[in-house]
Every structure is written in structure tokens, then in C-alpha cells.
């Protein structure tokens, strides 16, 4: 009766929680590493300290990290939950380098860390419950590189002021299994003559890490062009993603510097657009002159 009792309690005193949706890394190659984020809650009235661990085959595989941790440098095994909110987790996963080919499951678990579960007290019997939510993991090893990632490419602002710098932010998408170090060529042209005004290649930066397998990496200004000494008017810019010497992507935007963002805005607008509209605005006319037309004859007509 008293298990039964503690099993009803228990169910009335879960304080912790995680999101449990499986985490599943496909084609990780060995000795890589790959990383996940862990959703923590806590909807008690209270902060709420908790252990993280491994379980399974990937436990050795298994560290934590702080959110602000970015370069995950600083491991740590407890956290410590505030009352009523919830917090996130780096989990990383390292494969050992002589894991054979093949898939590997197990658990990240979230736990009150011992003594400091939920009371309950019956008959002069006091018991500590200890909570346990685990999040099941399945990693495949394989021994065959991919490379697939995508970036994109984000100007700052289209409209410069004289002598202002063109910015340009970047936010790579890495699908592959393998670490990547991308360089950016970037060429800007005039946009009416086609005369090149820069062309040059911007390497990765020498102080980031790369960007890791099956995870993102934003730069808020990858490449910044100063445009001191050019002429007003309207450019475009030409910007090849480039990874070994291979080109992997190519993207362009037109953009204006000084007085010219008046006739960027006339001259850089898709004529698929503007055809579509210019042809709409001449049929309202049509349409209007037709009515207008009719209800006159047919006045004309109601006046005999």
C-alpha cells in the first residue's frame, strides 16, 4: 500500500522536466564530434538543482555544457533550474575514433541530484523521490565524409551613405559531417557600366572555430567593403561561397551608394514585377473609360 501510495504522490510532484523528442545524428563520422541543445523546465515554486548524465553505449560519449558556453569549453554535470522558468543546455556528443561503422543508442537524463527530491511523509515514514526524465539518443557512425552546407548572405543595409562601409552578415548552415572553414569572394560591379570596383576573397576568420557538424554559425559582419573614394550610384554585388577552392554557392543583391538609392529603387526593381502591375494599372483604365462610356449612352438613351 505504501508504493501504491508513493506511485499516486509521485505523480503529483513532478518538478522537473526536459524535451523529450528523440535526438537522432545520422552519417557522424568517427572521432567527430556533434551537438544538441537540451530544453530544461522546472514548473515548481522553487529552483530545482539537477545532474546531467550519459546512459547507455553513448554515456562516455556524453558532456554538457552552459548556453553561453559557445566554444564548449567548460563541462558541467549540474544545474541548477530557477523556480517556474526553464533553461537550455549544449549536449555534446565526441565518437570515439575507433567506433566501428554502425548505430549507437542510449540517454541523456536530467536527475534531482540525491537529497533534494520531493518529501512525502505517510504514517510517520519519510522518502526522498528521486525524479529521473531521460531523452533517448541514437547516433550513426559511418566512415564516408559529406560535405553539404548552406550559407546565407545577409547585407546590412542596401542604401549607403557617401563613404558609409558595405557589411555584410553570413549564417552558415552545416548539414555535413565534417568541420568547415568557408572563404567568401565577394565582387562588386557598377551597375549601369559593369565596371568592376572590388574583387577580392575574404578568408575564414583565423581566431573562430570552425563551423561544426550538423550545426549553424552566425557572423554579424563577415565581410565589410569600404566604398571611401567611389561614385555615387547604383552596384551590384557578386559573392561566391567557396570551401577547398570549389565554388558551393553563389548569391547577388544590388545595392546604392549616396544619392543613387532613388535610382537604385527605379532601376534594380524585377521587371516580373513591374510589367504585371503596369499592365494591371492600364486595364483598370480600360474598364473605368468602358463604364464611363456605356453610362452615357445609356443616358443618352433613357433622355430619347
Not at 546531467?52 to 549540474?78: H, M, R
Not at 541530484?113 to 539518443?137: A, C, F, L, M
Not at 559511418?142 to 552546407?149: R, W, Y
Not at 552545416?174 to 572590388?198: A, M, R, W, Y
Amino acid at each position: 500500500m505504501l508504493i501504491l501510495g508513493l506511485a499516486l504522490v509521485s505523480q503529483n510532484v513532478l518538478a522537473i522536466g526536459q524535451m523529450t523528442q528523440p535526438i537522432i545524428k545520422e552519417n557522424v563520422l568517427r572521432g567527430q564530434e556533434v551537438t544538441d541543445i537540451l530544453i530544461l523546465s522546472n514548473p515548481d515554486s522553487k529552483d530545482e538543482a539537477c545532474r546531467l548524465a550519459g546512459e547507455g553505449v553513448i554515456a562516455d560519449w556524453a558532456s554538457f555544457y552552459k548556453i553561453d558556453d559557445q566554444n564548449l569549453e567548460n563541462p558541467i554535470t549540474e544545474v541548477l533550474i530557477p523556480a517556474e522558468s526553464g533553461l537550455r543546455v549544449f549536449v555534446k556528443f565526441s565518437v570515439p575514433q575507433d567506433a566501428p561503422n554502425g548505430e549507437y543508442t542510449g540517454e541523456v537524463v536530467l536527475y534531482n541530484i540525491p537529497g533534494q527530491g520531493e518529501e512525502v511523509v505517510d504514517d510517520n515514514v519519510s522518502v526522498k523521490i528521486t525524479q529521473r526524465i531521460g531523452r533517448e539518443v541514437m547516433i550513426g557512425v559511418t566512415d564516408q565524409e559529406i560535405v553539404e552546407f548552406r550559407t546565407s548572405i545577409i547585407p546590412l543595409k542596401y542604401g549607403l551613405a557617401q563613404n558609409e562601409p558595405l557589411k555584410i552578415k553570413a549564417i552558415y548552415d552545416n548539414k555535413g559531417n565534417v568541420s568547415i572553414k568557408p572563404e567568401v569572394q565577394l565582387k562588386v560591379t557598377q551597375f549601369d557600366t559593369g565596371k568592376i570596383v572590388h574583387n577580392a576573397i575574404y578568408p575564414y576568420p583565423e581566431n573562430e572555430d570552425a563551423v561544426r557538424v550538423f550545426s549553424s554559425k552566425i557572423f554579424e559582419t563577415l565581410i565589410e567593403w569600404q566604398t571611401t573614394g567611389q561614385e555615387k550610384g547604383a552596384y551590384k554585388a557578386e559573392i561566391d561561397v567557396l570551401l577547398n577552392n570549389k565554388v558551393y554557392q553563389q548569391e547577388d543583391f544590388s545595392f546604392s551608394i549616396g544619392a543613387a538609392s532613388s535610382v537604385l529603387g527605379a532601376s534594380a526593381i524585377n521587371f516580373k514585377v513591374i510589367w504585371p502591375v503596369a499592365i494591371a494599372v492600364v486595364l483598370l483604365a480600360v474598364v473605368l473609360l468602358l463604364i464611363k462610356y456605356f453610362n452615357l449612352k445609356g443616358v443618352k438613351k433613357a433622355k430619347v
